[in-house]
């Protein structure tokens, strides 16, 4: 076949679930050991819930190239582990400069971006809202709503995602929590260990791109 075929997936907002799609991958609450800052209020949720899903991800990969765009689907969990917001790993993508598009659906959700030399930037992600994720920004999704988060993305097919940048610098460099207020605050992560201006130099450079 000469031409690629197009593709309709629709997306259940019910369930949160790309329908058409050809992959699926669940994290459960045992898989996010170590995100947390309250450790004791992990380890209670785990003892009730370590099977169940915190979020899902489907998702059509057309193929492998970077001209090929893999679409999907995130549905997130509501909560708190202690008064910290449920959030994704979070990661950059292998090819830092692979760029990503999420779209706000359902629920109401942040994305916390992270530059290699960090700077932080929180968006408010809703129904109805595109947030843009530029080139080499580490970033993670957020629920800080009450119900499930719901979120379609796009991003080159052979962007990759490296999560251990995150684990390197002891986290990310803020964390998410409740204000008091039903709302959400920063809060400084005090694991948090820059990166150094190597391993930067090193991120540009891999991309093919001269500091
Ligand atoms: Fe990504």
């Not at 004791?40 to 370590?50: G, K, P, V």
């Not at 999420?102 to 530059?115: I, P, V």
């Not at 080159?156 to 684990?167: N, T």
Request: hydrophobic share 35%; with cysteine; net charge negative.
């Amino acid at each position: 076949m000469r031409f690629d075929e197009p593709r309709l997936c629709p997306v259940d907002l019910g369930t949160g679930l790309l329908g058409a799609g050809d992959g699926h991958y669940r994290k459960t609450f045992a898989d996010l050991k170590g995100l947390y800052a309250d450790e004791q209020a992990f380890s209670a949720i785990l003892a009730e819930r370590a099977d169940e899903v915190a979020y899902e991800v489907t998702s059509y990969t057309p193929g492998g190239a970077v001209s090929d765009l893999i679409v999907g689907v995130t549905r997130m969990e509501p909560g708190k582990v202690g008064n910290e917001y449920f959030l994704t790993r979070g990661h950059i993508h292998a090819r830092a400069n692979r760029p990503e598009v999420y779209y706000g659906q359902k629920g109401h959700g942040l994305m916390q971006l992270e530059s290699p030399d960090g700077e932080v930037r929180i968006l408010e992600v809703g129904p109805q809202a595109i947030c843009y994720v530029p080139p080499f920004w580490i970033h993670r999704s957020i629920n800080v709503g009450d119900e499930d988060l719901v979120m379609m993305f796009t991003y080159p097919a052979d962007s990759g995602q490296d999560y251990g940048i995150i684990e390197r610098s002891g986290g990310m460099k803020v964390r998410i929590v409740d204000d008091g207020n039903g709302g959400w605050a920063q809060q400084p992560n005090p694991d948090y260990v820059p990166r150094s201006a190597a391993t930067i130099e090193k991120l540009l450079h891999d991309a093919g791109l001269a500091a």
